[in-house]
Nanobody, 125 residues
């Protein structure tokens, strides 16, 4: 299974971007898909996740109210709509997915087996 993330770019503070992540290859029945990010010199951090079956969504406090995660089940695709972007949102954004239904919080990176290559988001002030 491969995850292909796209949609990153350079945007001014207050602007918007929409990230995409599509899963392909093999037989894949997703349990969850999520987005994490890593800024230079910082640890990887959780951004948002979505339950594939029920569609429940989860957000980091730093992005709640500004970012929206959604999915298109038939295409194994997840989206991250990012509004009101801030310079501190600058990072490489990684999409992740898992099918194992592990008893882990959606914000725990250990709950994701498949990872995309990352897409860079740069927010200028």
């Amino acid at each position: 299974v491969q995850l292909q993330a796209s949609g990153g770019g350079l945007v001014q503070a207050g602007g918007s971007l929409r990230l995409y992540c599509a899963a392909s290859g093999g037989t894949f029945s997703s349990d969850r898909m999520g987005w994490f990010r890593q800024a230079p010199g910082k640890e990887r951090e959780f951004v948002a996740a979505i339950s594939w079956r029920g569609g429940s969504t989860y957000y980091a406090d730093s992005v709640r109210g500004r970012f929206t995660i959604s999915r298109e089940n038939a295409k194994n695709t997840v989206f991250l709509q990012m509004n009101s972007l801030k310079p501190e949102d600058t990072a490489v954004y990684y999409c992740a997915a898992d099918s194992r239904r592990l008893p882990l919080m959606y914000s725990n990176y250990e709950g994701y087996y498949y990872w995309g290559q990352g897409t860079l988001v740069t927010v200028s002030s």
